[in-house]
């Protein structure tokens, strides 16, 4: 994925060597393990898009890790700021009366799923045979008709004929 978007910049002053790559690659693994397979990605898209722009057409590993540290910087920001909106809209404790309330739905819900459960049990089965309903008529039937046939029998001359 570097070596890709590595030869897509085309930088005057960059890293070309595959050694050199497998290096950096290493380098950024190793510097930076907890960024996923697809925060990769999207800093090589940036990159791609002109969003970090490196100076003086140069890329080499102490421009990557600086770039990998702006995303970190910014992935850090856009965490922290959607924990702090989580955490005003989480209640802090809940009191006694709201815990009751919570058990008794509970318990409410509980007692519907029972009551459809037994209600459930009472609906009687339709027979089956060879995995078909019984009372509808199937081609191994040796009195079955299709409904093709069962119309041009009333009709004289066929379809449209």
């Known amino acids: 994925m570097l070596k890709e978007t590595l030869s897509y910049l085309d930088y005057n002053k960059s890293i070309t060597a595959d050694r050199d790559v497998l290096d950096a690659v290493h380098h ?3 510097t930076f393990p907890a960024m996923k397979l697809e925060e990769w990605a999207i800093i090589m898209h940036r990159l791609k898009t002109g969003e ?3 100076g003086y057409e140069r890329l080499k590993l102490p421009e990557l ?3 990998f540290q702006q995303y970190e910087g910014e992935r850090a920001a856009v965490r922290e700021g959607n924990w702090n ?3 005003k809209h989480a209640p ?9 309330a919570l058990y008794d739905n509970y ?7 029972r009551q459809d459960i037994e209600k459930a049990k009472g609906i009687k089965s339709v027979p089956v045979r060879n995995g078909r309903w ?4 199937h081609q191994s039937d040796p009195n079955y008709q299709s409904p093709m046939e069962s119309e041009r029998d009333g009709e004289e001359g066929g379809h449209g004929v």
């Not at 404790?93 to 815990?99: A, E, P, S, Y």
């Not at 318990?107 to 799923?113: A, H």
């Not at 019984?134 to 008529?137: N, T």
């Open 92 to 100: 802090d404790r809940l009191n006694d009366d709201q815990l009751d």
């Open 65 to 67: 890790v600086d770039i």
């Open 28 to 30: 950024l693994r190793d």
């Open 107 to 113: 318990k409410k819900r509980r007692e519907k799923e």
């Open 85 to 87: 909106e989580l955490k």
């Open 52 to 54: 970090y722009r490196p």
């Open 134 to 137: 019984e009372h509808i008529p």
